[in-house]
């Protein structure tokens, strides 16, 4: 605790019958704040919240069992093909045989994945005859290929948030769209190494 040193000072006296005051010096003990100090962090580590885990939202379906699949008119489908190396590609409703409706896209810049679906989300609405939900024919379809990185997925789940897509479907890749995606990448690769 603190205490006050009332020892003499020690110093002399300066003329005859002259009374000097008593200096007084004073000592703090500062024990008790230590253990106010270590009260207060266990305090404060036990009462904080570790970082909690980011999750991404996905609007799943309902339990319901239905002998029907899910359908879309192929007018609204838009599918979206990842393959290395952060290519994208896309098409609009079923693959033609030619792969004349295959083409490219990037995850920003010029010609991006969220230009192309925005203005596909825009045709729909222009062919919709529903005034309440002009977007519920508006289906995506993502295939990530095998050689796909996890932060592409991520980028366009991220992607079906910004643009508000409510329907989009994770599927797995056929075979034949995964050697188109594989020629693509390699055709690509060549052309930016030349």
């Given at each position: 605790m603190a205490e006050l040193d009332t020892s003499s000072g020690g110093g002399h006296k300066k003329g005859p019958g002259?009374?000097?005051?008593?200096?007084?010096?004073?000592?703090?003990?500062?024990?008790?704040m230590v253990d106010l100090g270590?009260?207060?962090?266990?305090?404060f580590i036990f009462t904080t919240t570790m970082s909690q885990p980011t999750a991404l939202k996905l609007?799943?379906?309902?339990?319901?069992?239905?002998?029907?699949?899910?359908?879309?008119?192929?007018?609204?489908?838009?599918t979206i093909l990842m393959g290395a190396d952060n290519h994208?590609?896309?098409?609009?409703?079923?693959?033609?045989?030619?792969?004349?409706?295959?083409?490219?896209?990037?995850?920003?810049?010029?010609n991006s994945i969220r230009d192309v679906i925005l203005k596909k989300k825009a045709d729909v609405r222009s062919r919709s005859r529903d005034?309440?939900?002009?977007?519920?024919d508006f289906v995506v379809v993502i295939k990530p290929g095998a050689e796909c990185n996890y932060k592409n997925l991520i980028d366009i789940l991220?992607?079906?948030a910004i643009n508000v897509v409510k329907k989009y479907a994770l599927v797995?890749?056929?075979?034949?769209?995964?050697?188109?995606?594989?020629?693509?990448d390699a055709s690509s690769q060549t052309s930016a190494s030349n």
């Open positions: 002259v009374k000097k005051g008593k200096k007084l010096s004073t000592r703090v003990d500062l024990t008790p270590f009260l207060l962090i266990t305090f609007f799943l379906p309902d339990d319901k069992v239905t002998d029907e699949p899910n359908k879309a008119k192929e007018s609204g489908v838009l994208i590609y896309y098409y609009e409703g079923q693959l033609k045989p030619d792969g004349s409706n295959f083409l490219s896209a990037s995850y920003n810049g010029e005034t309440e939900n002009p977007y519920k991220d992607e079906m797995d890749i056929s075979d034949g769209e995964s050697q188109l995606v594989k020629i693509s």
